[in-house]
């Protein structure tokens, strides 16, 4: 009856509804999923509500992917292809409801 967050580095696949969006980066984001994201998948989906974090594409948004929530970070160091802000604070609810609490755009140089 819980959610089950899951924190991962490369992205289990685009949602078509952001993919559509990014046609012109379609070639990178294949190459930058997870060799075995269908594997994955199907178990993620046996679970009632999972929230998936990632990062790696350097695109932020949230979307569906077969009824797992993904949530998908910019880079505070690149920015955000399809946006100006580059940090968001999200917040999941108990059955993996996911909304944006806040974002805004913060600087990264070097020390």
Known sequence: GKCAIV???????CPPEV?????A?????????????ARLRRILVRHASVVVFHGHKHIGYWADLDGIHVVSAPSVAYGNRVGTDNCYLYTVGPGGEVS???STRISAKPV
């Open 7 to 13: 924190a991962v580095h490369h992205h289990l696949g």
């Open 25 to 37: 980066w379609n070639w990178d984001l294949k190459v930058l999923q997870l060799a075995d994201t």
């Open 100 to 102: 944006l609490g806040a």
């Open 19 to 23: 993919l559509s969006q990014m046609r």
